[in-house]
């Protein structure tokens, strides 16, 4: 038998076959992660630290069952880190404008690191009611250098519904993740979306200035002739832990390509000479806000 992955808890899991029906199974010893103990050899010290080793079926795997048991899953198109699922057509951006409040700097490194690994990224912008109109007007022009790079852009009200249709009009027959930060309205998205479909949600931590975790895992719904996830938020993402380099960012940051330097190895930092990308930027060819994310992406995986 054949099905796609949409839930693992516990080492269990949840998979929907071809036909429609949904089963519980483990995977065989061969695909679980193992924890290979090797000596630290970067001190004197005997302290053995743990290496992850072979590779585990994850959510959004197609997967062969045999004897009622995962045998294999079949070549993935795409893999993502964080969030850890696999095979999926777009990922829905969703980024409050407040509380907690909206950050270019996150949005850029999460856009960049699904543009490298070829998944659609699509922005939901949620909480628009906490806006001024002025502050709105602020935020739709920024988001519209987006848009003119190619990606959609929606906004939604989660207490009146605005908003609604045009997110539903992008998931037909798709594999589509939710993914963003904590707090940013993720499982009321999901409850606007879908009337009826409860998922647990919580109220913003005050004391920390952020959300509280509300999804604990990543599970898959049918929908819309597609399936539609939720995943755990985030608070803060380092870009090394998603797997990309200083090297990545000329290609992923994908306007830079149209200003030439003078340098072909130019870093478009400020002592760059003759930059063509850094003089686009005091043109307001380039939003300084990706720029700004550039330079904080730049220096910290230059440091790692």
């Given amino acids: 038998m054949k099905g796609r992955v949409i839930n693992l808890n516990g080492g269990v899991y949840k998979v929907l076959l071809e036909d429609g029906s949904i089963i519980d199974v483990k995977a065989r010893g061969k ?3 193992e924890k290979v103990y090797e000596a630290n050899t970067k001190s004197l010290s005997k302290k053995k630290t743990p290496t992850i080793v072979k590779s585990s079926p994850k959510v959004g795997d197609i997967v062969v069952i045999e004897n009622d048991m995962i045998d294999h899953f079949e070549p993935r198109k795409n893999s993502l880190i964080r969030p850890d699922i ?3 057509d777009q990922i829905i951006l969703v980024f409050a404008t407040k509380e907690p409040d909206f950050s270019y700097y996150l949005l850029d490194l999460f856009v960049i690191n699904i543009v490298k690994n070829n998944i659609t990224p699509v922005i939901v912008i949620t909480k628009i009611d906490k806006l001024t109109d002025s502050e ?5 022009g920024n988001m519209k250098y987006y848009e003119e ?3 959609k852009v929606f906004y939604v009200n989660n207490k009146s519904g605005e908003g ?3 997110v539903l009009s992008c998931l037909p027959d798709k594999i ?3 993914s963003g930060q904590t707090g940013a309205g993720k499982s009321s998205l999901v409850n606007t979306l879908i009337p009826g479909f409860t998922l647990r949600t ?3 931590s005050d004391a920390l200035g952020r959300g509280k975790h509300t999804t604990r895992e990543i599970s898959l719904y049918q929908f819309m002739g597609g399936l539609l996830g939720d995943t755990p938020g985030f608070s803060k993402l380092e870009a090394a832990l998603l797997g990309l380099t200083k090297d990545d960012l000329n290609d992923l940051f994908i306007e830079f390509k149209g200003h030439k330097c003078r340098f072909s190895d130019c870093n478009h930092l400020e ?9 686009a930027v005091k043109n307001g060819e380039i939003l300084k806000s990706r720029y700004e994310s550039y330079v904080k992406l730049y220096n910290e995986l230059k440091n790692k």
């Fill in 31 to 33: 695909l679980r992660a």
């Fill in 164 to 166: 609604r249709e045009d």
């Fill in 86 to 88: 696999a095979n999926v």
């Fill in 202 to 204: 919580q109220e913003i």
């Fill in 136 to 140: 709105l007007k602020e935020l739709k």
């Fill in 149 to 151: 790079l190619g990606y």
């Fill in 176 to 178: 589509s993740i939710l």
């Fill in 271 to 279: 002592n760059s000479k003759d930059c063509g990308v850094r003089e």
